[in-house]
């Protein structure tokens, strides 16, 4: 009972014998395998990427197309001496990279990396003669799972940054701090409106709503899912929005005490939650492994849909470190505060109205207008605030001068 509780997976709905712990154990390290290799390939891509849109090689030495660059670098990692500042947290100095790296795996068992789900199937395969999902667990509040574990990995920046006992790593940990938690509302908001569609918290359960082409990009109406990457970008603290760091202002930033192998765990951490973003994002907004099946096996057709959607998200998340600016810490607060946030619960009421107007049996067309105009109404009443704020600010300023 307490298995089924903590895993939807039809594996664990009757007796635990040896078969299903065997094939747990085969899931867990399928996965810890294949979350580690497209890490190393994450780092090897990110920087083939960038060379090639800054006209250059990029890697082109440790192996053929320079592949081997990831290993030799953390082969390099691994041999530098590793350092503790004197006056160093040390128990929380040595705990903090953890922090940030375990969460990343945490979430990508939630992640559903195949499957057959044409035909109304569910996405279930046969595994040494148990039927099980693609996924190492389906917990049934995996929504929950994913937002829980992505506020928990600024825990990691947090302590790294105050444990190091200097300025430079404390304030760029304070900047993580303020600039995930701003935007975790934004994001919580969107990842909201997609459970309200599918009705379900389970991630197996929201890839299967959208088996039919009914993807969650157009069904919620595209504006949760520009939300959802642009705050996935923040969380990420990739740019335009990397100000937690900036080396021109903060030298490195909260990892800058940190050498050897737990910056290489730093390092690894990023890209973790690069690819398990990405991977999030797949599975919320566009229909996770589901897919046409053309010929052969559908789980096989799962996986490989699958890949090719992350692979969509992970050259994009490249190409905005290559091409957008930074912008200035202001700006990116204005962002989330003043825009994001307001935008994503004013959408989340306009499709509550409408599904509860779609219960009711209200007009299809006047519930979506009717609540666009409210929204608007209120951001209007926000604007005005904020202006006379500033005007505000602004006197204050000229009376102190």
Known sequence: MLAHV?????????????????????????????LLVSVLFMVWFERKVIGDLQNRLGPNRAGPFGLFQ????????????DQVPDRADRRIFVLAPYLTAVPAFLVFAVIP???DFTGGRDGTVEIFGR???????DPPVGVLLILAMSSIAVYGIMLAGWSSG???????????????????????????????????????GIVASQSTWSWNLWVTGFVPFVIFLIAATAELNR?????????????GGFNTEYASFRFALFFLAEFMNTVTMSAIIVTLFFGGPSGP??????????????????????FMFVW???????????????????????LALGWLLIVAGYRVGDDEGWNPLVVPVVGAAAVAACYGLLALALRAARRARRLDEEVGA
């Open 6 to 34: 903590l895993a939807a997976d039809p594996l664990l709905a009757g007796d635990i014998d040896l078969a299903v712990v065997l094939v747990v154990l085969l899931k867990t390290v399928v996965a810890f395998t294949l």
């Open 70 to 81: 990831t290993v030799a670098d953390g082969l390099k990692f691994f041999m530098k001496e």
């Open 113 to 115: 990396v195949g499957g």
């Open 131 to 137: 039927t099980t999902f693609l996924q190492l667990a």
């Open 166 to 204: 200097s300025k430079y790593p404390l304030l760029g940990a304070v900047r993580a701090s303020a600039q995930m938690v701003s935007y975790e509302a934004a994001l919580g908001l969107s990842v909201v409106t997609v459970v309200l569609t599918a009705g379900t918290l389970s991630t197996n």
């Open 239 to 251: 740019p335009p929005f990397d100000l937690v760091e900036a080396e021109q202002e903060l030298v």
């Open 293 to 314: 099946v053309p010929v052969g096996p559908g789980w096989l057709w799962g996986t490989v849909w699958f890949t090719v959607k992350l692979f969509v998200f992970l």
């Open 320 to 342: 905005f470190r290559a091409t957008l600016p930074r912008v200035r810490y202001d700006q990116l607060m204005d962002l989330g505060w003043k825009v994001l946030i307001p």
